[in-house]
Nanobody
């Protein structure tokens, strides 16, 4: 079992920045790729970014490429999502997730965190 706990959500103005953290724990958790997903009520969960276990490969969704940066510190068992130039369309619940292969497809996810809410005001 892998456990994931997100933090860092909150309220930010349009054009602002916010950093999210995901603490990953559990047996073998260091071998998992970690992804960030967003979900808005009534819409499908959407993958924003993913980083592999060694930080050698990252994947970004089209809507966040160039604005969001994913990174990880394996010594601290933490994955980060730096979000810049935020817009109201980025308002969502953000969850981190563990996957064996790097992906932003929700169908390939093995474990989910509970999420943290991000609200971007106009």
């Amino acid at each position: 079992q892998v456990q994931l706990v997100e933090s860092g959500g909150g309220l930010v103005q349009t054009g602002g920045s916010l950093g999210l953290s995901c603490v990953v724990s559990g047996s073998g958790s260091e071998y998992y790729s970690i992804a960030w997903f967003r979900q808005v009520p009534g819409k499908e969960r959407e993958g924003d970014a993913c980083i592999d276990s060694s930080s050698e490969r990252t994947i970004y969704g089209d809507s966040v490429r160039g604005r969001f940066t994913i990174s990880r510190n394996n010594a601290e068992n933490t994955v980060y999502l730096q979000m810049d130039n935020l817009t109201p369309e980025d308002t969502a619940v953000y969850s981190c997730a563990a996957t064996i292969i790097p992906t932003v497809l929700k169908s390939d996810i093995d474990y989910w965190g509970k999420g943290t809410r991000v609200t971007v005001s106009s």
